[in-house]
């Protein structure tokens, strides 16, 4: 799986957007970029995959770059509950569970 | 959507003693879950994949007679933790994806973990 490298850590006002960015500049066609967030003394929780198109669900906007060596992750509008580790993951999508591989992540501080 | 519930959340052993920790997938089947462990302001490390059936996988440096796994039917994963001791004391979590279509779009679920404290 190719590697991400993200900002160890991001500050962001409540009620403001969270732009999480990643690169992935090693990306290969077939892998897919995953974001999940770890908030404190929790197991990791999904938020947004995709390929190559810009994803939005209930929970935020992924934006991948068109040569897709980099994406961010959107949380328009966040709350301190939104204060978490966020890790950006590539990998390939298959009918097979094969394993997550997580990096150091983001550390997302929401002030008031 | 699908729930990983992991069980217990907090236990504290004695060291030398072994420490039993399930993982069940509530409303999906998986035939494969995983483990990891993770230390206070580390990442998460893999450790072993299970498999339904058959023998886990374990990450490289990972003791397998340490560190035992089983996974008996769709829905369990058992790591038992044997002759704890201190450095052992670490956040032990599983993580399993649907084995049906529904993982396809939904990723991997993870259960809420379980803080291991050996004394």
């Known amino acids: 799986d190719a590697k991400t490298t993200q900002p160890p850590s991001m500050d962001c006002a409540e009620g403001r957007a969270a732009n999480l960015p990643c690169n992935h500049s090693?990306?290969?066609?077939?892998?897919?970029v995953y974001w999940y967030r770890q908030i404190h003394s929790q197991g990791p929780q999904y938020i947004i995959h995709?390929?190559?198109n810009n994803e939005t669900n209930e929970m935020a906007s992924l934006i991948i770059t068109e040569d897709r060596k980099s994406s961010t992750l959107i949380l328009p509008h966040a709350t301190l509950r939104d204060t978490a580790v966020y890790y950006c993951?590539?990998?390939?999508?298959?009918?097979?569970?094969?394993?997550?591989?997580f990096g150091t992540g983001t550390r997302l501080q929401v002030t008031l | 959507g699908a729930v990983v519930s992991q069980h217990p959340s907090r236990v504290i052993c004695k060291s030398g003693t072994s420490v039993k920790i399930e993982c069940r997938s509530l409303?999906?089947?998986?035939?494969?879950m995983f483990w990891y462990r993770q230390f206070p302001k580390q990442s998460l490390m893999l450790m072993a994949t299970?498999?339904?059936?058959?023998?886990?996988?374990?990450e490289q440096g990972v003791e397998k007679d340490k560190f035992l796994i089983n996974h008996a039917s769709l829905t369990l994963s058992t790591l038992t933790v044997t002759s704890a001791h201190p450095e052992d004391s670490s956040f032990y979590i599983c993580?399993?994806?649907?084995?049906?279509?529904?993982?396809?779009?939904?990723?991997?679920?993870f259960g809420s973990g379980t803080r291991l404290t050996v004394v």
């Open positions: 993580s399993a994806r649907d084995s049906g279509s529904a993982g396809w779009n939904y990723g991997y679920t």
């Open positions: 090693t990306i290969s066609g077939n892998e897919y």
């Open positions: 993951i590539v990998r390939v999508l298959s009918g097979t569970a094969s394993k997550l591989t």
């Open positions: 995709g390929l190559k």
């Open positions: 409303d999906f089947q998986a035939t494969t």
């Open positions: 299970s498999n339904e059936g058959s023998k886990a996988t374990y």
